[in-house]
């Protein structure tokens, strides 16, 4: 018996015949160097077929003995590192012995020849083989006419047989015991066995296939489908009960409490859903929109928890401070005790980031006993998004508003909108006006989703809005809320915080018992003047948490565990390293030229430093710092009202025109922008112009006109806020917003001189300093700075 070595490659649900051509996907790095190994050699490889096509890397006794010794025609490498190959078999051969090389499998192997037979019947097995296969090529249109010729010509009757076993849908076991057998005849009766089976097959599919099509009349094309696999069940007798979906959908119907309206939409979707073909894709569109109906919470409220003790309770325990949002919410509860029905109030918390707009909702909903939902709006763009899309789109679904009613389960939830301000709009609509029904408590109970199509109370919700500033807020949208303002903290107030919230959590967080580390004053006070600076506490919270962990690195560096850490002034600079501000007066000594004004911005008041320098030049104005068209006007405004002054302030008529003034805000790169800068930048130009200095412990804001009038601003609690934390003691404010004062923390006011003024004139006596002996308004006659134009004569017609 002659035997030969060849690499193999085990295949996985296929059986190569000798004389068929098929290509192969190989990703098996045992079979791509097997494959490469016969290719580079220009010999042949053995094919044989897996016991279990599950198993990875299989050994001697996963394989059959019988294969096909085959040539490798072509290799061709593909992107993700498989291997694509075309291979011919050629003939049969067993395996005698497995030899394993470094990279692949080499197997020794005999060759089995076919035993041909010459006998009548062996005559007629072959004609009745050729007979069949034409038969089941005419009912499987799988198979392509090129083989019915091919095998019309076929005179070899081993080569007949393989070419047939290749082209029929036969498992992979069934293919290997044809390939195994010896004898031809043999091998033609048992293909004549297999190839009967799959013509009756054939032919039961084709009759499945004539009564489902005469069932099926009318109905769409895509219902086949459907009855084909009824069909099927019955025929091999497994068609076992199932859950009647459509049943079970019925009764949750029934069983759900609904509006009048609501249900006869939902008893009339449902007659339209049974009635369609359950493979059409507006049967699935029919269906989600009932489930959507079914999943809104329409008459199921959560008991409102009415104990105002208990809720004052929980709302300080959660937050300190934030006295306003506190007081609406007790209100809102005492009047519902005496009031059976109430419409949700629809409150907008504006404020700087980091003081509690988020968490005081979902305190708020603890607080009344009711569930919380939040929705972030902050990049919405997309009207949909609010109200839905309409149900003739595909993929359409609710808007956010109905989704987040799904979430909550029941009517009355506490529903938080935040970040109102951070909304855009595009060409896809105004989501900002979308949100006008929502918010509006005369059109809120019915609203309507473009989905739904049905009208949905949202009036018993206590809606909450939040934002960082007005401005991005639409006009008619403030006007649906009642607009809370929460002002940064003070130094005193984020101390509090710090005690009773921050530090118990960060300590916790970070895996400390609440004696190990303690913070002193000093300390507290040092984080907040030193490290950061901020309205809110965010910042805050995350130095804190800094300090924890370089604590417990330190900790657990020296192996002392039971150590305990007290954080005094001195110990911070140890665990957060150099300041990253600078605490103290905005600045330390008198100036002439600079003046400390107060800004506003979306983070709290800040102070801001204008400079003016005079130089010899024609009268030009520079303007430098990032500075915006308003506080520029600003700046021309403030020089029309010191040239109009000109001669009170004992200069003369035309000194612009021998100077040139240059104007800059510190920081470049921010920009900058509002009117309330007028009065700082007049005291400025005076102060440079007359070389008197400013008084550094003193800061100002307020509008300048050219009468010199002083005109109202905002911001005025944050701006004041600022001044205490930059150590500033007297602070000038329009009269105007003397009634704002009152917003004002006590503590605040207490620790500033605040001055209201009328007037520039004012804010010029207050903030220069005038040499000893002199005024600063000259004793002159009060002279216009323009001519008197008068006519001398002046005929009026009769």
Known sequence: MKTDLFPLMSLRDIVIFPHMVAPLVVGRSKSIKALEDAMEKRTEIFLVTQQDSKVDDPGESDIHKVGTLAVVMQLLRLPDGTIKALVE????????????????????????????????????????????????????????????????????????????????????????????????????????????????????????????????????????????VKVIQNEIGQNEEGLDELGELEQSIEKKKLPVKVRKQATKEFKKLRNMPPMSAETTVVRNYIDCILTLPWNKKSRARLDINKAEKILNEDHYGLDKPKERILEYLAVSAQVKKLQGPIICLVGPPGVGKTSISRSIARAM????????????????????????????????IIQSMQKAGVANPVFCLDEVDKMSTDFRGDPSSALLEVLDPEQNNAFNDHYLDLDYDLSD?????????????????????????????????KKNIAEQFLIPKQLKLNGFKPDDISFTNGGIFDVIRRYTREAGVRNFERTIASICRKVARERLKSGRK?????????????????????????????????????????????????????????????????????????????????????????????????????????????????????????????????????????????????????????????????????????????????????????????????????????????????????????????????????????????
């Open 89 to 228: 078999g050629k003939r049969r051969a067993e395996v005698v012995s497995f030899l394993h090389h470094e990279e692949f499998v080499q197997v020794e192997v005999s060759y089995r020849d076919d035993v041909e037979t010459e006998s009548p019947e062996t005559v007629v097995f072959v004609r009745q083989l050729r007979d069949l296969f034409q038969q089941f090529a005419a009912l499987n249109k799988k198979i392509p006419r090129e083989v019915l010729k091919t095998i019309k010509t076929i005179e070899d009757n081993a080569k007949l047989a393989h070419v047939v076993s290749a082209h029929l849908p036969l498992q992979s076991s069934e293919k290997q015991s044809i390939l195994e057998i010896d004898s031809i005849p043999q091998k033609i009766e048992k293909l004549l066995e297999f190839i009967n089976r799959e013509i009756e097959l054939a032919n039961l599919e084709k009759d499945i296939n004539a009564r489902v099509k005469k069932r099926m009349g009318k109905t769409q094309r895509n219902y086949f489908l459907g009855e084909k």
């Open 461 to 493: 919700i206590f809606f909450i809005t939040t934002a960082n500033n007005l401005e991005g807020i639409p006009l008619p949208l403030q006007d649906r809320m009642e607009i809370i303002r929460l002002n940064g903290y003070t130094e005193e107030e």
């Open 562 to 798: 039971d150590n305990t850490y007290r954080i005094a002034a001195k110990s911070v600079v140890k665990y957060l390293g150099t300041p990253k501000y600078r605490y103290g007066l905005a600045e330390v000594r008198d100036e002439v030229g600079l003046t400390t004004g107060l800004a506003w911005t979306s983070v709290g008041g800040e102070l801001l430093q204008v400079e003016v320098t005079i130089m010899p030049g024609t009268g030009k104005m520079i303007v430098t710092g990032k500075l915006g068209e308003v506080m520029q006007e600003s700046a021309q405004a403030a020089l029309s009202y010191v040239r109009s002054r000109a001669m009170l302030l004992g200069l003369e008529p035309d000194f612009y025109q021998k100077i040139d003034i240059h104007m800059h805000v510190p920081e470049g790169a921010i920009p900058k922008d509002g009117p309330s800068a007028g009065i700082t930048i007049a005291t400025t130009l005076v102060s440079a112009i007359l070389k008197l200095p400013v008084r550094h412990e003193l800061a100002m804001t307020g509008e300048i006109t050219l009468r010199g009038r002083v005109l109202p601003i905002g911001g005025l609690t944050e701006k004041l806020l600022a001044a205490k934390r930059g150590k500033i003691k007297e602070v000038i404010i329009p009269k105007e917003n003397k009634r704002n004062l009152s917003d004002v923390p006590d503590k605040i006011k207490k620790s500033l001189v605040i001055h209201c003024v009328e007037n520039v004139d004012e804010v010029l006596e207050k903030s220069l300093i005038v040499r000893k002996g002199e005024t600063l308004f000259k004793d002159v006659p009060i002279t216009t700075v323009y001519s008197d134009i008068t006519l001398s004569t002046h005929n009026t017609p009769h």
């Open 369 to 400: 006993g009711r569930k919380f939902v939040r929705l972030s709006l902050g990049g919405v763009r997309d009207e949909a998004e609010i109200r839905g899309h309409r149900r003739t789109y595909v993929g359409a679904m609710p808007g956010k």
